[in-house]
């Protein structure tokens, strides 16, 4: 029987892991801001892929210090080819947000991410057979309008380029985020449910094969030299590069936590609501130009997300709570208290 005390247990679990995603994110976003846009001593940094090669690197070292310390198995704990599809995916999404920088604000690109509801939707149903509401369309509906508004009614060009420069290709690049990350959470998903894969044996396996390929990407760019180059001459960007690496590091532990235990869709909700967070720490930090109409339209796509949010654990998620939650305490070494972690 789901009792009410088991179900606080569970929304508390599930705050927790919000927070920390939204916490850790948040870090992330400024520093990504920072690295993309901003001049180190009059040079700009260009290496997207360098960039996830160091993010996914440092992951690499915290999983198997976090499979040690738990006494978890280093053994792969699933086909390796289906790591290999989310390690792929997960690549492909991340250089396609830190790319999109070069042409379109950050506010655009963290807005863009808010249609990763769509997606993930899509994916969802195509992969797991998963079915929607009418509420959730909804939400999508407002959140996109929301969206469209921001992007027509003010400034979106990126620092990177100037007025006489479009910003379509950075659209492109945003859309091959969405459709990217999307199907990364899903798979994600879809390893916990079929192989009970626990979070770190996952991070590990996952950020392995994306620090093999984000190198070889490095490498055939013909990035590798310069990047190091511009590493070793910069310590502040060295630092930034450090803490932005650890951010998305710990970020990620609490995204597979609640991958695990909530499914893409609880995922997604969190990442809309940290993007409105992200969205007013840059312009608070950067100074950038905002219309009334785009503070307008950030106030739609945040009521929106924030009834979604409120109405995902009152209502419509207490079957759902309930079979994820039977799934995840059957699964052998994949309990967690919401607290603490190793990664």
């Known amino acids: 029987m789901y009792s009410v005390n088991e179900e606080w247990k569970s929304t508390r679990r599930c705050l927790v892991h919000s927070v920390g995603i939204i916490a850790f994110l948040l870090i992330y976003g400024v520093l990504q801001e920072r690295i993309m846009t901003r001049p ?20 690499v070292i915290c999983a198997c210090v976090a499979l040690f310390c738990r006494g978890e198995s280093f053994r792969s704990e699933a086909p390796f080819w289906k790591y290999a599809l ?22 655009v690109q963290m807005l863009g991410k808010s249609f990763k509801m769509i997606p993930v939707m899509a994916w969802s149903v195509y992969i797991n057979q998963k079915s929607y509401d009418l509420e959730d369309c909804l939400v999508a509906l407002a959140v996109t309008a929301g969206v469209a508004e921001f992007c027509l009614m003010g400034p979106t060009l990126s620092r990177r380029i100037d007025d006489s420069q479009t910003t379509g290709f950075g659209y492109v690049l945003i859309l091959g985020f969405l459709v990217f990350d999307g199907l990364t959470s899903t798979l994600q998903e879809q390893l916990f449910k079929d192989h009970k894969t626990s979070r770190c044996n996952q991070m590990l396996y996952v950020n392995i094969l994306s620090s093999i390929i984000s190198s070889v990407l490095v490498l055939t760019a ?20 450090t803490i932005l690496s650890g951010a998305a590091v710990a970020s990620q532990y609490f995204i597979y936590a609640q991958v695990q235990e909530f499914g893409a869709l609880a995922m997604a909700v969190t990442m809309n609501i940290r993007q409105v967070c992200a969205i007013i720490s ?16 950030l106030s739609i796509i945040f009521s929106a997300l924030l009834y979604k949010w409120i109405h995902y654990f009152s209502e419509a998620s207490m079957a759902e709570k ?4 039977k799934s995840f305490e059957d699964s052998p070494d994949s309990r967690v208290d919401g607290g603490g972690s190793t990664c």
């Open 40 to 59: 180190y001593d009059h040079e700009v940094f260009d290496s997207s892929f360098f960039l996830v090669f160091c993010n996914r690197l440092l992951a």
């Open 86 to 107: 989310v390690s792929l995916s997960n690549v492909a999404a991340t250089a396609c947000q830190y790319e999109a920088l070069k042409y379109v604000s950050f506010a």
């Open 222 to 241: 013909g990035q590798a030299g310069s990047s190091a180059a511009f590493l070793m001459d910069h310590n502040a960007f060295a630092r930034d590069t």
């Open 282 to 297: 840059s312009y608070l930090l950067y100074d950038h130009a905002i219309t009334k109409l785009q503070i307008m339209g």
């Open 322 to 325: 309930q079979t994820i939650l």
